[in-house]
């Protein structure tokens, strides 16, 4: 357990001290010099400079000049790109489900965040800025979402992004009527235990929400004069209501998530994204008419029953139907290559490179709400930018330095001059007592707590392998 804490606490000071770059691009300016820019908005720019001042991009041009106390940055040869957002992520999350209740939107995931996982470190390395943190999918309406920034070695406090619309995950299929749960004698089984039931589960808090919210109305208008208790199961269904809150849907058959779709249009509102989508290129003109986005695994499927039927093509269906298209990772391990999944779909359909590019940095900042501040390279954007060693569809590509808000957070070249370091600590903790093998004399390791629970394995939920 100390030598975890004590590798976390060395990551957290590559940021602090691994560069004299860093520091100075802090204090206000940067200037990247003479890259491809891939804007993700209006095409590549070749010999490009990026002037990034206080967070925001200030000007993309050639030639661009800067002040005296600036950070400069040489690109030449390199190729600079938005940073990407996961539109699916499980990243730094303390616990996943709250699987008691058929309905847990009174949770929130802002309560669980971990700052410190090193899953974070690795994905600022993969180019990842941003994600969109989901509660799990043992639910039919399960806890409130946060979006994020991957600002590593910074206060928990400073990773939500402000203004970012307020989201909330809901489920269907397997996970919420909880296909693979193994029930003890005499066990009650919890509802719901069909897709109907999902369904139905929905449909009851809704109106439920419904008539809070009725009762909330009446009070302000003075109809009524005692105020209703306050029920927090409800509100945040009420702000879905209201258009205030954004449904991010679980889902895997298209029948399903088009009775969702359906379900939306009865009480008034709009769909996010429809999460996972593996069979969404069945129903893509319902759901562009929907106006919902898609957020998808691009050729990862077969893992359970309901997984079955996809096909790569998927992300190019839905672009040419006019759905807006993201591509996730639901994987600290994924979550590192989703460069590479965005070429694939150049691959299979054909689409063009600017799209494809879209899927992992403007069309996600879109369907977070946040396409405003981030997810391309433009004029007044924040300045989240990747800088990668070649073109970053290439599996030859890696990142060579990863912004947020102008402030760098990953730098190879310092993450490389630091590892002889990190390996001679690493051997001293090892000669320490406490840390010695059991056969040598130490004590067993202790197993983390969330891994006795099952919290964050990897895209799974109860049983076995099951995509969150």
């Not at 009420?238 to 449904?247: A, S």
């Not at 359906?262 to 999460?275: H, M, N, P, R, W």
């Not at 077969?302 to 298209?325: F, M, R």
Request: neutral net charge; contains cysteine.
């Amino acid at each position: 357990m100390r030598l975890l804490k004590l590798l976390s606490l060395f990551f957290v000071a590559i940021f602090c001290f691994g560069s004299e770059r860093a520091a100075a691009q802090m204090q206000g300016e940067v200037l990247i010099r003479n890259a491809t820019v891939m804007t993700a908005s209006r095409g590549n720019l070749q010999n490009t400079d990026i002037l990034i001042r206080d967070g925001k991009i200030q000007r993309i041009g050639r030639n661009i000049s800067a002040g005296s106390g600036a950070s400069v940055i040489d690109a030449t040869g390199k190729y600079v790109t938005p940073g990407i957002i996961d539109a699916h992520s499980h990243t730094m999350m303390n616990a996943v489900n709250e699987g008691t209740l058929s309905v847990t939107s009174m949770t929130r995931i802002r309560d669980v965040l971990d700052p410190g996982n090193i899953a974070i470190y690795r994905g600022l390395a993969g180019g990842v800025t941003a994600a969109l943190l989901l509660h799990g999918s043992a639910n039919a309406i399960g806890g409130q979402s946060v979006t994020v920034k991957f600002k590593y070695g910074k206060p928990v406090e400073d990773f939500p992004v402000a203004g970012a619309p307020e989201g909330i995950k809901f489920a269907m299929g397997e996970n919420p009527k909880r296909s693979s749960q193994v029930f003890q004698a005499g066990q009650t089984p919890r509802y719901p235990r069909t897709r109907m039931g999902v369904l139905e589960v929905m449909r009851d808090a809704f109106r439920r929400a419904q008539d809070y919210k009725r009762a909330w109305d009446d009070f302000r208008a003075k109809k009524t004069r005692v105020p209703p208790r306050r029920d927090l199961e409800l509100e945040p269904i009420v702000e879905i209501l209201e258009g205030k809150r954004i449904v991010h849907a679980h889902g895997y058959r298209s029948d399903e998530q088009l009775n969702l779709l359906l379900l939306a249009d009865e009480f008034g509102f709009k769909v996010g994204t429809l999460q996972h989508g593996l069979e969404a290129y069945k129903f893509a003109p319902e759901i562009a008419k929907h106006g919902a986005g898609v957020s998808i695994f691009v050729d990862s499927w077969s893992y359970k029953i309901e997984a079955y039927d996809n096909t790569p093509y998927n992300a190019y269906i839905l672009w040419k139907n006019g759905v807006n298209v993201s591509i996730n990772s639901d994987s600290n391990e994924r979550m590192r290559r989703l460069n590479l999944d965005a070429a694939k779909v150049m691959k299979y359909g054909g689409v063009p490179e600017q799209d494809a590019l879209k899927m992992i940095t403007l069309n996600p900042a879109i369907q977070l709400g946040i396409g405003n501040r981030t997810g391309s390279i433009d004029q007044g954007k924040d300045g989240d930018i990747v800088i990668w060693s070649e073109h970053p569809f290439s599996p030859y590509a890696h990142v060579e330095m990863t912004m947020i808000e102008g402030e760098i957070f990953f730098d190879r070249s310092a993450d490389i001059a630091r590892r002889d370091a990190l390996q001679k600590e690493r051997e001293e903790l090892e000669r320490l007592d406490v840390n010695r093998a059991p056969g040598s004399g130490g004590t067993p390791p202790r197993i983390p707590a969330e891994r006795i629970r099952g919290d964050l394995d990897d895209a799974d939920d109860i049983g076995g392998g099951q995509r969150r």
